[in-house]
Structure formats: structure tokens, C-alpha cells
């Protein structure tokens, strides 16, 4: 690749830092398939599917408009739809209308979904501390929340507010 003009304006990382990020695309990578396999081998379930699921049992009235849910499972419309097919097939989800989002479709869990989800959140859970929480010393998990916290509100300010507003801690 031919040196441009604008090249010379580059930040380049610097060793440590080039460590630091190969590092953090490593957990990127790895991580969520980890996850993933352990769902779908105990509970048949993908980690997607398990975070739509989760996002429905935490919803206050029941019900989450289908673009809401959307953005608060990170994925698009289109994956969504896909996803809440699939757990409408299974019986662990209905989709109707969400009157107080307006004239949009939601979706909510069934009380086969919620069962879905008890069953599946011991074992994932495990897992999550398996692989992340026991694997940190407190104050490095303390750090990389913080540094989690960070790259999503410069990614995904809308998500980093979700997350200020209604998770505790």
C-alpha cells in the first residue's frame, strides 16, 4: 500500500498499545463464541437468543417493541426478527402489538420463555464467571467495566445510557 499524504498525521499504537488492543481483539473474538457453545450445548439456546430472552424477563410491563429490542440486544432489525422467530417456534416467545410503544410490533416472553431462561442463566452464569469474573482479580474487573463503560459510550452512546440508567452498581 502506497504512503498517502494524510499518513503522516497518524497516531500510530505504540508497542504497549498495539499489545493492549491485539489483546482486547483476542477477548473479542473469543470470548463470545465460548459463551455461545456453552448455551446451545445446556440449554439449546444461542447467545443472542439467551440476551433477547433476557432483555423480555427484565421488561417492567412484559412487552418490548421489536426496534427496541433491537438496540437493546444489539443486533440488527433483521437478525431480531430472525432470532424471535426461532423462539416463537419454540413457544418461548408471542409476538403482538405494542400499544404503549404506538402501532409497533413487541415481543414477550412466554411462561415456557421465562422457564427457557431459568433453566439456561445457572450455567451460564457459571460460565460468565468461569471464563471472566474468577479469571480477574476484583480490581481488574472493576477496570475492564470501567474501560468496557468507556468504548460503548464512544461506540454506542444510546447502549452506555441503557446500561447507566438501568443497570445497578
Not at 85 to 113: I, K, S
Not at 116 to 130: F, I, N, S, Y
Request: glycine share 8%.
Amino acid at each position: 500500500m502506497a504512503d498517502r499524504p494524510d499518513d503522516a498525521d497518524v497516531a500510530w499504537l505504540t508497542s504497549p498499545q498495539l499489545k493492549d488492543w491485539a489483546s482486547l481483539m483476542a477477548m473479542l473474538t473469543t470470548l463470545p463464541p465460548a459463551l455461545d457453545a456453552q448455551l446451545k450445548r445446556d440449554a439449546g439456546l444461542n447467545l443472542f437468543e439467551y440476551h433477547v430472552l433476557v432483555q423480555l424477563a427484565e421488561s417492567p410491563s412484559g412487552m418490548v417493541a421489536m426496534s427496541d429490542l433491537a438496540l437493546l440486544s444489539q443486533g440488527s432489525v433483521s437478525r431480531l426478527s430472525h432470532a424471535v422467530g426461532r423462539l416463537e417456534r419454540a413457544g418461548l416467545v408471542r409476538r403482538g402489538a405494542c400499544h404503549e410503544a404506538g402501532r409497533r410490533t413487541g415481543a414477550v416472553l412466554t411462561d415456557a420463555g421465562r422457564e427457557k431462561l431459568e433453566m439456561a442463566a445457572p450455567g451460564h452464569v457459571r460460565e460468565v464467571r468461569r471464563l471472566v469474573v474468577d479469571a480477574l482479580h476484583p480490581a481488574q474487573l472493576e477496570a475492564l467495566g470501567d474501560a468496557a463503560r468507556a468504548v460503548v459510550a464512544a461506540t454506542a452512546p444510546d447502549v452506555a445510557e441503557v446500561i447507566r440508567r438501568d443497570l445497578p452498581g
